[in-house]
């Protein structure tokens, strides 16, 4: 309870042996009004920051992009995972107060087989100018140039659901989520569109 | 009589000290009373009597007081141990408490089996499973054929019903988790670890002394 009160009063020591930059800048973070507080622009046109900072920051999924795991088997999807994925047992909303993003999640169905997908994202890639990596069930794109967050990266997971049909997820692996969406509208769904299985219409 | 009540029991039903629900969930006291502030913004959205009623729980998660799911129906009726119709405070903690990470996994392989007995029969029958699987290719934009959706109802069903008996029960569910860890995967929400960075008000209204923290 102490340290929460130190905290709600801004109530800090820092130690001797940091510079008088280091201590400014963090006087200004450790502000508890938040419209007082130093924005992050600021933070990185401050003198302690830019000391030291790589010029481009590159995130961890950008360096992992070729660390395909190749590892297991994938799980066969079964019905209680296929319950699990719905909405009603994400418990997230309750605790954020924001509205919810759109979903960064896409699932479908097709026949396949699998090669046929990874064949349809290797066509998407090339198309998009991205980069790819894959297994026989995992394909991970990732596009060459920096977007507004960072490289866009997409991973496609396949998985067995009945001896002749598999589930596909695709979702967002980095970057900007409103590019994400618009790559998914304008190139993704377009090119999957023929294989992935939706319900006939009623005769 | 000697004794003053504390000035919260009397306001929020189900009221129970921060440091007994400590005591018996995985949440520090500094998180239960961090999910007090969390429960008072909840139960307040429409009916502001301290309980979260069914349509403010689905005001909460879809930001939407009509929708109706079939799963949160479930977790909902969990949650509402006492069945008096709506959550209060302490079946709010102890039911969220199934879910923080450190929680026993026995807990939560329980807890899933209820959820997904719908019927409450003590067993999950086929034709549950099947509903579920219906319900949640419904709610969702995933769409699979007819004949494909049995076989995965088919398959799932031989896995796991491992007497035979067209019914799972609650040992075969066991058996049948430890063999797919990732059925669980829904019972466990990381971030309530950081509940009290979520809600920092709470230091505001602490009845709790330091040394009970």
Redesign the interface.
């Known amino acids: 309870?102490?340290m929460?009160?130190k905290?709600?009063r801004g109530d800090f020591k820092c130690p001797p042996w940091f510079s008088s930059e280091a201590r400014r800048l963090i006087t200004k973070l450790l502000d508890p009004n938040p419209a007082t507080r130093i924005t992050i622009p600021k933070v990185m046109e401050s003198s302690w920051f830019n000391k030291s900072v790589p010029k481009v920051l590159v995130t961890k999924a950008e360096m992992e992009f070729d660390k395909l795991d190749k590892g297991n088997e994938p799980?066969t999807?079964?019905?209680?995972?296929?319950?699990?994925?719905?909405?009603?047992?994400?418990?997230?909303?309750?605790?954020q107060g924001k509205?919810?993003e759109e979903k960064e999640e896409?699932?479908?169905?097709t026949a396949g087989p699998a090669s046929c997908v990874i064949s349809r994202l290797e066509e998407v890639a090339k198309a998009g100018k991205f980069s790819i990596m894959k297994t026989e069930t995992k394909v991970k794109l990732q596009g060459l140039e920096r977007g507004r967050k960072g490289k866009l990266a997409i991973a496609a997971e396949i998985f067995p659901?009945?001896?002749s049909?598999l589930?596909v997820e695709v979702r967002k692996d980095n970057g900007d989520t409103l590019e994400y969406n618009q790559f998914c509208s304008k190139e993704l769904r377009p090119a999957l569109k023929d294989i992935l299985?939706?319900?006939p219409p009623p005769s | 009589m000697g004794c003053r009540l504390s000035k919260r029991s009397k306001l929020i039903p189900g009221y129970e000290k921060p440091t007994v629900l400590a005591a018996e969930t995985p949440f520090t006291v500094?998180e239960v009373e961090a999910l007090h502030e969390?429960f008072k913004k909840?139960s307040s959205s429409i009916i502001n009597d301290g309980l979260i009623h069914k349509e403010e729980f689905q005001l909460?998660?879809?930001?939407n007081r009509n929708k109706r799911?079939?799963?949160?129906?479930?977790?909902f009726d969990l949650f509402d141990v006492k069945r008096t119709g709506a959550i209060d405070f302490g079946e709010f903690i102890r039911s969220l408490g199934v879910?923080h990470p450190n929680a026993p996994t026995d807990d939560k392989v329980a807890f899933a089996f209820r959820l997904?007995d719908l019927r409450q029969t003590g067993y999950i029958e086929r034709e549950e499973?099947?509903e579920?699987?219906l319900?949640?290719?419904h709610?969702?934009?995933?769409?699979?054929?007819d004949d494909?959706v049995e076989?995965?109802?088919d398959?799932?069903?031989n896995?796991a019903d491992l007497k035979g008996d067209s019914r799972i029960d609650p040992v075969e569910w066991k058996e049948f988790v430890s063999k797919?860890p990732?059925?669980i995967?829904?019972m466990t929400?990381p971030?309530l670890k950081d509940?009290?960075l979520?809600f920092?008000s709470f230091?505001?209204n602490?009845e709790?002394?330091?040394s009970d923290?």
Do not use: C, Q
């Open positions: 309870m102490v929460y009160r905290i709600y799980e999807l079964n019905a209680f995972h296929i319950i699990s994925l719905s909405e009603g047992f994400d418990l997230s909303p309750l605790f509205k919810m896409l699932r479908f169905g659901v009945a001896p049909f589930v299985w939706t319900s | 500094s969390l909840l909460a998660l879809f930001r799911n079939l799963f949160a129906d479930r977790i879910f997904y499973l099947k579920m699987v319900a949640l290719l709610e969702s934009d995933l769409v699979l054929p494909v076989v995965i109802v398959k799932t069903f896995d797919n990732s059925l995967k829904n929400l971030y509940i009290t979520a920092p230091v505001l602490s709790v002394e330091d923290v």
